[in-house]
């Protein structure tokens, strides 16, 4: 079995600075990209960022040069910094990591439990 657990988000005005942190544990025999998706209301869920494990990354147009994703592979965890947050920001944020289990098993997907960002104008 494989958890993510996140951290962070909450409430904050406009231009203001948030923090994600995702963390993967459990039967983990290595992790692929790992990356950030959100969802705000009546809108389907939509990529934020992406890290591979060698730290390539890519971005939504939407939150270029704002947000910056990194990720410590020691820790098998993930972040989102968020600068200059936006109300149209306002979303659940979903953390997402392609796990290796077994060297034996392919590749999987799973998802943390989201966590709301919210910012005010």
């Known amino acids: 079995q494989v958890q993510l657990v996140v951290s962070g988000g909450g409430l904050v005005q406009a231009g203001g600075s948030l923090r994600l942190s995702c963390a993967a544990s459990?039967?983990?025999?290595?992790?692929?990209?790992m990356g950030w998706y959100r969802q705000a209301p009546g809108k389907q869920r939509e990529l934020v960022a992406v890290?591979?494990?060698?730290?390539?990354?890519n971005y939504a147009d939407s939150v270029k040069g704002r947000f910056t994703i990194s990720r410590d592979n020691a820790k098998n965890t993930v972040y989102l910094q968020m600068n200059s947050l936006k109300p149209e920001d306002t979303a659940v944020y979903y953390c997402?990591?392609?796990?290796?289990?077994?060297?034996?098993?392919?590749?999987?997907?799973?998802w943390g439990q989201g966590t709301q960002v919210t910012v005010s104008s």
């Open positions: 997402n990591a392609e796990v290796k289990a077994k060297f034996y098993v392919p590749l999987s997907d799973y």
């Open positions: 890290i591979t494990s060698g730290g390539y990354t």
């Open positions: 459990g039967s983990i025999f290595s992790v692929n990209a």
